[in-house]
């Protein structure tokens, strides 16, 4: 499974990528606003450490202006994914734009019907967001899995990238049900790592070797 990390923040982002954590990245426009930076001076900054796909966000609501945002994204680096929303118009852009060897993010999908729709349309990614279904008390989990089914059954290739992420859980259940990437938080990926039994165990461990009055250096 390829992790991508759903942030801005170019320290968290590096600090990830030393430990080979970083598949990709995802920004949105909410993220760019977080971090406070130029969206082509913070999004070039992320593509110079990065070698995955880094998803850059257009913000008109035509196709037309969708398509000449994503081109203008896309000179940034090679490794930018054009992200456009799951809109009629989001559509033509990532029909447009992939047909040009562009990748392309459809973003803010909440259906499989939309998530089908994407994949006819040439998308290289499609965002299902969970955590915002969660939220409202929708089943984000049953959309990866109904899109994975769909996807399976009619062999398209784009790739199911299960986003608004909030938990562990949500990556470990992503993760069998087969999605191909999952975009979270940096704070989420690195809580990956903890568990109660683990620190438990280590101080177990610590106090009993105190106890032996050794040292292995
Ligand atoms: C994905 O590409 C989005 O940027 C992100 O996962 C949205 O997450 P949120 O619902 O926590 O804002």
Same mark, same amino acid.
């Given at each position: ?68 945002? @994503?081109?203008? /994204? ?5 490794? #930018? ?5 799951? !809109?009629?118009?989001? %559509?033509? *852009? ?45 089943? @984000?989990?049953? /959309? ?5 089914? #769909? ?5 398209? !290739?784009?790739?199911? %990238?299960? *986003? ?54």
């Amino acid at each position: 499974m390829k992790f991508f990390v759903d942030t801005a923040d170019t320290a968290a982002i590096r600090e990830l990528n030393e430990l080979g954590m970083v598949d990709g990245v995802t920004t949105n426009p909410s993220l760019i606003m977080k971090s406070g930076r130029d969206i082509l001076e913070v999004t070039k900054e992320i593509c110079e450490i990065v070698a995955g796909p880094v998803s850059a966000e257009v913000v008109a609501s035509d196709a037309e202006d969708m398509i000449r945002e @994503g081109k203008h /994204l896309a000179k940034i680096a090679s490794n #930018i994914a054009v992200k456009v929303p799951l !809109t009629w118009d989001g %559509l033509k *852009a990532c029909k447009a734009l992939s047909s040009e060897g562009h990748m392309v993010n459809v973003t803010l999908c909440f259906t499989a019907a939309q998530a089908l729709l994407a994949a006819k349309a040439g998308a290289t990614f499609i965002s299902p967001f969970i955590g915002r279904m969660d939220d409202i008390n929708l089943d @984000g989990m049953q /959309l990866i899995e109904d899109i994975r089914t #769909i996807y399976d059954n009619y062999g398209y !290739t784009t790739q199911i %990238l299960a *986003a608004s992420i909030r938990s562990v859980n949500h990556i470990t259940d992503a993760a069998r049900i087969g999605a191909d990437v999952i975009t979270a938080p940096p704070s989420v990926i690195k809580a990956m790592a903890s568990h109660v039994l683990t620190d438990k165990g280590l101080e177990q461990f610590n106090a009993d070797w105190a106890k032996t009055g050794q040292k292995i250096l």
